[in-house]
T-cell receptor, first 107, second 113 residues
């Protein structure tokens, strides 16, 4: 079964601290994984996708097939990073979302 | 990317009534989806809107409750029928433009009283 697990509902850090939002997945084939972000009162938007291997707004995420994980990382959190972050898996032409992690970055 | 417009953006409805949400995309897209995001919860896929044929519904969602139309490659509607307070949610239209990347509309915030 396809499943995405984000174990943390809330992650609170101070500005400048490193951040890691955890995501684990379950999928029998070769998945595509994404991170979506939803800032307050804004639409859900794509942050990054694993096949691009890019860094967006200082965030990176590496797909670890052995651990079936796709954790989102940023070395130095900023206040403007405060938002809801959703990990998503694309299997057969549809996206399955995790339950989301709210990141709070305090000044 | 695609620009997605949803109407209404927000509404308050009486229980027992029905509401139709419209989704317009600025370009032709192959895939259109409808998601629901209940308060404090993640996004749940309701159905895939298929152009020219019946929508494909996910487990727990049925056509009688959530009829969907997709008359062309740029437009779809979702109707929430016979609403109850449990239907209070954000309903999101999303589209796939190829390469498995999905884009979302701003959502329609529905409150049933």
């Amino acid at each position: 079964a396809q499943r995405v697990t984000q174990p943390e509902k809330l992650l609170s850090v101070f500005k400048g601290a490193p951040v890691e939002l955890k995501c684990n997945y379950s999928y029998s084939g070769s998945p595509e994984l994404f991170w979506y972000v939803q800032y307050s009162r804004q639409r859900l938007q794509l942050l990054l996708r694993h096949i691009s291997r890019e860094s967006i707004k200082g965030f990176t995420a590496d797909l670890n097939k052995g651990e079936t994980s796709f954790h989102l990382k940023k070395p130095f959190a900023q206040e403007e990073d405060s938002a809801m972050y959703y990990c998503a898996l694309s299997g057969t032409d549809k996206l399955i979302f995790g339950t989301g992690t709210r990141l709070q970055v305090f000044p | 990317s695609a620009v997605i417009s949803q109407k209404p953006s927000r509404d308050i409805c009486q229980r027992g009534t029905s509401l139709t949400i419209q989704c317009q995309v600025d370009s032709q897209v192959t895939m259109m989806f409808w998601y629901r995001q209940q308060p404090g919860q993640s996004l749940t896929l309701i159905a895939t809107a298929n152009q020219g044929s019946e929508a494909t519904y996910e487990s727990g969602f049925v056509i009688d409750k959530f009829p969907i139309s997709r008359p062309n490659l740029t437009f779809s509607t979702l109707t929430v029928s016979n609403m109850s307070p449990e239907d209070s949610s954000i309903y999101l239209c999303s589209v796939g433009t190829g390469g498995n990347t999905i884009y979302f509309g701003e959502g329609s915030w529905l409150t049933v009283v």
